[in-house]
């Protein structure tokens, strides 16, 4: 388990407290509680179905819980906008990469000044981080594999300046030597302090950089722990043992 | 790489400052439905001026029923429908939004594919 320096884990960033959440009629989230305390990575883990990407709209403001209250830095943000959200510092990186296919590697950055940077500033941080997408900038994003959309998705998140990180299924169709690199790049973000969510159904890599996890299943959170407790018991929660 | 605390600081304040407001998918189904109400008052308005004005003989006693009826309900219609049509077509305009993004990823995909399979595309790594 990493430790990160510098942190104050007492008050959580996000704090989800009995969060109920649906579809229409359909409840899938049946009470889930759950922290994120500053600074910290957690994992959030389970089965496909079990909630875990509704958990993490919750939390980016996409989805408005039907009873339970979200906290962010000890306030309640219940009803809170997502681009208000965004604004602030939470930055969401959904399932499926979210880049524009049609747009280059430049010009997919340029859709972050409206955080008040310039391109060029943006294009520095990204490119710092990930060297890769340099030498791709002129390239349609579309055209890229799957780990360098990734990056890209991830460069345009960090390019806010993000305070909380929400990362969904980095690992989606993607090899696990890139998985590998993309969660070692995960753990240099969590080292400056930010503080990350991850929601992932591969938990293998994601332990190895959180500092704390919850496994999820069925619309409840039903363990948490530090990855050293849970390895154990996550073939019952897959498994629905 | 620095430990970015001033960061997280100004987060919190932040936080702490935000003004929530209403979601904006909930305040335009309110104004949706305004507009539905205004336009359904208008046309009830109308056929009241209607109604009155069609009971009178003289044309001075009809005057009142003409501006209360035809005119604000007039008012009430167009103020409506243009509200209708705004929160409306928002609405419609964002899902023609997402499904073009929807169908120009499609799209790349496929021309991708087209290249890999002439032996032009670059390799997965």
């Known amino acids: ?241 | 790489m620095e430990t970015n605390t001033q960061r997280v600081e100004e987060f919190k304040q932040e936080v702490a400052s935000m003004h929530l407001s209403a979601p904006v998918d909930a305040s335009e189904r309110t104004w949706l439905l305004v507009g539905i109400g205004l336009a359904v008052a208008g046309i009830v308005f109308i056929v009241f001026g209607w109604y009155g004005a069609s009971g009178e003989a003289e044309v001075a006693k009809q005057v009142p029923y003409i501006i209360s009826g035809a005119v604000v309900g007039l008012g009430f219609v167009m103020a409506g429908c243009a509200l209708f049509l705004r929160y409306s077509l928002g609405r419609y305009l964002r899902f023609w939004l997402v499904r073009d993004l929807y169908e120009q990823r499609a799209q790349t995909d496929r021309i991708i594919e087209a290249l890999h399979a002439t032996g032009r595309g670059r390799e997965e790594f």
């Not at chain 1, 959309?149 to 993607?174: K, N, Y």
């Not at chain 1, 993309?182 to 950089?209: D, K, N, W």
């Not at chain 1, 959170?221 to 050293?228: D, E, F, R, S, W």
């Open chain 1, 1 to 241: 388990m990493s430790s990160h320096e510098g942190v104050d884990h007492d008050v959580p960033l996000l704090e989800l407290r009995g969060v109920r959440a649906a579809y229409g009629r359909i409840e899938v989230l049946h009470g889930v509680d759950l922290a994120v305390p500053e600074g910290a990575v957690v994992a959030l883990l389970g089965p496909n179905g079990a909630g875990k990407t509704t958990t993490l709209n919750v939390c980016a403001g996409l989805m408005e819980p039907t009873q339970g209250s979200v906290y962010l830095a000890g306030r309640r943000i219940n009803g809170a906008a997502p681009d208000q959200l965004a604004r602030l510092g939470v930055c969401t990186i959904p399932e499926g990469r979210g880049v524009f296919p049609n747009l280059t590697v430049r010009e997919n950055l340029s859709m972050m000044t409206f955080s008040g940077r310039s391109l060029p500033e943006v294009e520095a941080v990204a490119y710092e981080r990930f060297p890769r997408l340099a030498e791709r900038r002129s390239q349609l994003a579309g055209t890229m594999s799957g780990g360098e959309q990734q990056m890209l998705a991830m460069a345009r998140g960090l390019a806010t300046d993000p305070a909380l990180l929400l990362l969904d299924e980095l690992s989606m169709g993607l090899a696990p030597l890139i998985v590998e690199e993309l969660y070692a790049i995960v753990a240099q973000i969590a080292a400056t302090g930010v503080s990350i969510l991850v929601v992932e159904q591969f938990a293998r890599t994601v332990l190895g950089v959180a500092d704390y996890a919850a496994i999820m299943a069925s619309g409840r959170i039903v363990q948490v722990g530090t990855p050293a407790d849970l390895e154990a018991e996550l073939s019952s929660a897959y498994l629905g043992g």
